[in-house]
């Protein structure tokens, strides 16, 4: 597959939630926070974060890169095209997200840039009839056309497609994907915060279940349990993050970072 980057939305502040989405608590971390978080383990080229001037933004993982747009309030194009020229060289492929999609799932990303073939710039899901340009994979080659289009002040990303060679994906297509159909079957991870009362009923919802493995002596046990983060299921089974536990995440070690994401059907190990 071609080398995969991704581009993350930071977006401003919300009328609607009171402040930036980006800095909303996620769990002990940020809806910024976590979604980077995912990316980071979704693809294998950098994760890019496209602010506004000045916008002050939560912290975020180790080489994560930021980005300024080049004009403020221009809408999602304009957020594609900065992260673009940050790409450039790095990758063939970037998966564009939004900040405030914290059911996200790796899974869903690599199955939406699976669909990319090479003669295609644009993988867009089309779901129940709507477009998806924030959960979308692109072929950074859109940048001159892209670049034309801000020139003109034509900001709509449907402008954007009637330039390119865009595969539309249906659901049913995503679903086809074995691993998405086991973690991700309503498609939660196109699943956006709009209001306040969408934020609090998805932050009231129970974490992703996860199965972990606990070496607190001479014998291991394993068990199921439900967490947002690493440190929520290290809670939940009794332990404590220290540099001298070795933590694998689905077998490979990663560093003991407290608000490292967790997704359905992760299998962590504490010894």
């Not at 933004?57 to 403020?72: F, K, M, N, S």
């Not at 933590?247 to 560093?255: A, Y």
């Amino acid at each position: 597959m071609d080398a995969a980057a991704a581009i993350v939305l930071a977006g401003g502040r919300s009328t609607r939630m009171g402040m930036a989405k980006a800095a909303l608590d996620w769990h002990g971390s940020t809806l910024l926070r976590r979604v980077t978080g995912i990316l980071a383990r979704s693809v294998d080229g950098p994760v890019v974060v496209v602010r506004a001037a000045g916008q002050e933004l939560p912290e975020l993982p180790p080489g994560v890169e930021v980005v300024t747009d080049a004009r403020e309030g221009r809408g999602p194009l304009e957020g594609l095209a900065a992260g673009l020229r940050a790409l450039a060289g790095r990758a063939q492929i970037a998966y564009l997200s939004s900040t405030d999609v914290p059911l996200l799932h790796p899974a869903f990303v690599r199955a939406v840039i699976s669909t990319l073939g090479d003669a295609d710039d644009v993988a867009l899901p089309e779901i129940a009839g709507h477009h998806q340009p924030l959960a979308a994979a692109y072929r950074p080659r859109i940048l001159d056309a892209l670049e034309d289009l801000l020139a003109a002040d034509e900001l709509r990303p449907a402008s954007l497609y009637a330039r390119c060679r865009v595969r539309r994906v249906a659901a049913e297509e995503l679903l086809r994907d074995p691993t998405v159909a086991l973690l991700d079957p309503r498609l939660d991870s196109l699943r956006n915060l709009n209001d306040r009362s969408e934020y609090q009923r998805a932050h009231a919802a129970d974490g992703p279940q996860v199965a972990v493995e606990w070496r607190g002596g001479p014998t291991a046990r394993s068990e199921t349990v439900r967490g947002w983060s690493l440190v929520e299921v290290a809670d939940a089974v009794g332990t404590r993050l220290d540099p001298r536990v070795v933590v694998r995440l689905n077998g490979v070690c990663v560093p003991d970072d407290p608000r490292l994401p967790l997704v359905a059907g992760d299998a962590v190990a504490f010894g």
